[in-house]
């Protein structure tokens, strides 16, 4: 109770940055859960940060909560989807989840290119997709005004370019934004859940999974999500089990 | 100002009493023997000291104890108080000595004492008797009728001897000191007042078992009770004469009579302080004959064993081998043999424990050191020997102990093949990992949640997408308008062509009425005009020449083209003719020009 109100007051008199180092000395104490406290307080007031989730992550993951650790991680993850270090984080908070299936693996050139589009963030490609735009635009000027013969074939290059990483970055930052704006992402936030072939704790169990497992959600219904594996296993599991990311 | 008159009067009356302040110091003799307890007593009657007194340098005596007492008198009505600080002091030489003066600080004025000369004389002299304080827990004490004999303890009875096991020794071997109490009774409370550093020595103090109990042992024909007040083992550090200082105890005794009421109410006698005798013992530096490079300061007994925790091991799996010294002597200050070039394994640093324990007869124990060997190639290999060599006291010569070679059976792959690089290169050692953690916390990112709202939600964003768009739409649309511009203008002058020169010949009529010469320009103008509009070329580039060329390319008729010539021509004549033209005449130019424009406008094709 007291440790709420003090927390509150800090939370409310002190900048972000002191409220981090805060957290951080208790973290270095090891009193993990006044640090999730602490970080959690900052959540509440709206704040979506991806450092402040992987630091959470971090606090999470120390005090043995795996899945909500996985879960702060993979929401970091969505808001600096280049940082090497969630990235590491929660490879190897990965590496602990019992059970964790492993998707199959891509060709190379396919998975260099999954690789560049999970690391390349909806701001990032939003700025090359505008980026490309200008650049298209201008050659197109050029070709317009027709005033330099010399630079038609380059002029044209150019356009053409442009508008492959146009096409490409505004494809990508299509899917990203839907698959942002639906969160059609989840992970288990309970030691152990059970997929069931239906909608119903009646429905017969097809698998056990564990804390921290990331599945797709794929639909809803009576309080269950429609969920699939990375294996391709598709069932239902209770919706309180789960967290969205 | 009430203040004030009560601090005078308080001032006034510390300054009375100041006035019947004595500050006394005494010593309990003026001659004493150097093995005696010097008691100064320094008392203050009459007012309260400041704080306590404080005590010249002493160099000749070093202060065991202090203590206090106080007491109250009332002599006349008067009451007065005496307060003591009474100091053991122990004398550290034998000289003559002054003590003082003590200064004292009582109601803000400082008194000193006179000094007292005190001669210390070699031996004791005072025969230390204590007083026979009273038993405040005996009830029967005092109830007059039955006073029981006080048993009287004589303090020369009393002492305490240092006995050391050896009094000659060499360097770094053990002795054992063991400081005896002797008296004919049962000591309790023994407290050691006095124990000054012993320089020379490494020593271990040997833990006191409780389960010791005192001996009975005669000296001279008397018996005595001994008591082991304390142990330690001693190793000389450096050769020489060394000398071990005396101790200072104090200790008070059970006393018993023949009186069975003891056996109920035990009685302690006061306190009695007792000083041993200084100790030499002459210790001679080993001896230089008999030593290898395998001697490191080792001095007892001792004994070397090496093991292997597995004889047949995989490549690249570790082993323990575990090297350990055991025996009496200077254990803590032995270091492992040297351990010989290990070829075809990697050696990390030893891990070593130690259980030695001072004892009665020495530091005794073992010392071990385990090294983890990872074998990086298979076959057959061999480990040491070993030799380590120490200095036997009890033989006077050095030994040396040897173990090993010990031999261990590799398998399977070597996993560090040869380098390629030699020999002589030390062997490769793998980053060691020791655990895996997640990364640490990062800091508060400059403004928190900054990167939560996309770029693609920005008005920015739609602007760079949109600006290049309708820029170039602009631009699109400015140059239709252009084309369409020039094209126009053409269909427009081209129609608008017979109107100007209409308007022209109308002009050139108005001038035949003025009978001016510029009628003919006037014509010619309109003519050249009208091919200009209506061809869209320019009129100042055109010649009679260019305009043939221009009527015939929009299928004018041969006789009209000709008329057309024939009326520019008789323009230029007049030009370059003087002499007026009738007015006839101009208005006949002005009709032909005028029929000669209507039938080209007929005939003109685009």
């Given at each position: 109770m007291n440790l709420a109100l003090w927390l509150m007051l800090q939370a409310a008199f002190t900048t972000p940055a002191d409220a981090f180092r805060q957290a951080e000395a208790i973290y270095q104490q090891e009193r993990y859960g006044e640090a999730i406290e602490i970080y959690e307080s900052i959540r509440a007031n709206g704040v979506e940060d991806g450092v402040l989730y992987y630091n959470l992550g971090n606090a999470y993951f120390k005090s043995g909560q795996l899945g909500f650790a996985i879960l702060s991680y993979e929401r970091a993850l969505k808001l600096l989807p280049g940082d090497e270090d969630v990235r590491a984080n929660l490879t190897f908070a990965g590496t602990l989840v019992s059970g964790g299936l492993e998707p199959p693996p891509l060709p190379l050139a396919i998975g260099w290119g999954v690789d560049l589009y999970q690391r390349t963030g909806s701001g990032l490609l939003a700025q090359v997709l505008s980026l490309s735009f200008l650049i298209g635009g201008s050659a197109v000027t050029l070709l317009l005004l027709d005033?330099?013969?010399?630079?038609r074939t380059a002029a044209l290059v150019v356009l053409a370019g442009s508008g492959v990483v146009a096409l490409l970055a505004g494809a990508s930052l299509v899917a990203k934004v839907r698959a942002e704006s639906n969160r059609i992402e989840a992970v288990v936030v309970t030691e152990n859940a059970y997929v069931r072939s239906g909608p119903g704790e009646s429905s017969p169990r097809l698998a056990e999974i564990h804390e921290g497992l990331k599945l797709r959600i794929l639909g809803e219904r009576e309080g269950f999500l429609q969920v699939s594996l990375a294996n391709g296993l598709t069932g239902w599991v209770p919706r309180e089990q789960v967290e969205r990311i | 100002m009430v203040a004030r008159t009560l601090i005078c009067t308080l001032l006034a009356a510390s300054a009375a009493m100041a006035q019947d302040v004595r500050v006394e110091a005494t010593v309990n003799a003026e001659r004493i023997g150097v093995e005696d307890v010097l008691e100064l007593t320094i008392s203050i009657s009459g007012g309260d000291a400041d704080g306590e007194p404080e005590l010249p340098r002493l160099d000749a005596f070093r202060v065991a104890s202090r203590s206090t007492s106080s007491q109250i008198q009332i002599v006349n009505g008067r009451m007065s108080s005496i307060r003591s600080y009474i100091y053991q002091l122990l004398p550290q030489k034998e000289g003559a000595f002054e003590i003082g003066p003590v200064e004292l600080d009582v109601g803000g004025t400082v008194h000193r004492t006179s000094p007292i000369r005190v001669e210390v004389v070699p031996g004791s002299l005072i025969a230390r008797r204590p007083r026979g304080l009273s038993n405040p827990f005996d009830p029967f004490e005092g109830l007059g009728g039955r006073r029981r004999p006080e048993p009287e303890i004589d303090a020369d009875d009393v002492f305490v001897r240092a006995e050391v096991s050896k009094r000659s020794a060499f360097q770094g071997e053990q002795i054992v000191l063991t400081y005896w109490l002797y008296s004919p009774y049962v000591p309790v409370g023994v407290q050691v007042d006095d124990d000054p550093p012993l320089t020379g020595f490494w020593v271990e103090e040997v833990a006191p078992d409780p389960n010791r109990s005192g001996e009975r042992r005669t000296i001279e024909g008397k018996p005595y009770l001994a008591f082991p007040v304390k142990e330690r083992v001693l190793f000389p550090t450096s050769s020489g004469s060394l000398s071990i200082p005396p101790i200072t105890l104090s200790t008070a005794f059970r006393l018993t009579s023949g009186d069975p009421f003891d056996a109920f109410f035990a009685r302690a006698s006061s306190p009695v302080v007792v000083r041993s005798q200084p100790v030499t013992i002459v210790v001679a530096p080993l001896p230089s004959s008999g030593r290898s490079a395998d001697f490191h300061g080792a001095v007892g007994q001792f004994e070397l064993q090496a093991k292997v925790s597995q004889e047949e091991v995989a490549a690249g799996d570790p082993v323990t081998l575990t090297l350990s010294i055991a025996g009496k002597g200077n254990l803590r200050s032995v270091t492992p043999p040297d351990l010989p070039e290990l070829k075809g394994f990697r050696a990390f640093d030893p891990n070593t424990k130690e259980t030695a324990r001072a004892g009665s007869s020495g530091l005794e124990g073992e010392k071990s050191w385990e090294y983890v060997l990872v074998p990086e190639s298979s076959g057959v290999k061999e480990v040491g020997p070993w030799r380590f060599q120490y200095f036997d006291p009890e033989e006077k010569k050095y030994v040396t102990a040897s173990v090993g070679p010990l031999q261990m059976k590799v398998v399977g792959d070597a996993i560090a093949a040869s380098s390629g690089l030699g020999g002589n290169v030390a062997p490769r050692r793998d980053v060691t990992l020791l655990r895996e953690d997640i990364r640490f916390l990062k800091p508060a990112p400059p403004r928190l949640g900054a990167e939560s709202r996309s770029f693609h939600e920005s008005p920015w964003f739609y602007g760079a997408l949109v600006l290049p768009i309708v820029w170039n739409f602009a631009l699109l649309l400015y140059l239709k308008k252009q084309e369409k511009e020039k094209t126009h203008s053409h269909l427009f002058r081209s129609r608008r062509a017979h109107r100007m020169a209409r308007a022209r010949l109308k002009k050139a009529a108005k001038l035949v009425s003025e009978g001016s010469k510029d009628f003919y320009d006037e014509i010619a103008a309109a003519l050249y005009r009208y091919v200009a509009d209506k061809s869209a070329a320019s009129p100042s580039g055109l010649t009679s020449s260019s305009i043939a060329v221009l009527l015939a390319e929009h299928s004018v008729p041969e006789e009209l083209r000709r008329e057309f010539q024939d009326v520019l021509g008789t323009c230029e004549e007049v030009r370059f003719t003087p002499g007026a033209r009738s007015r006839e005449d101009m208005d006949s130019l002005r009709r032909r020009t005028e029929e000669l424009i209507v039938a080209v406008e007929r005939h003109w094709t685009k």
């Open positions: 005033r330099w013969p010399s630079l | -």
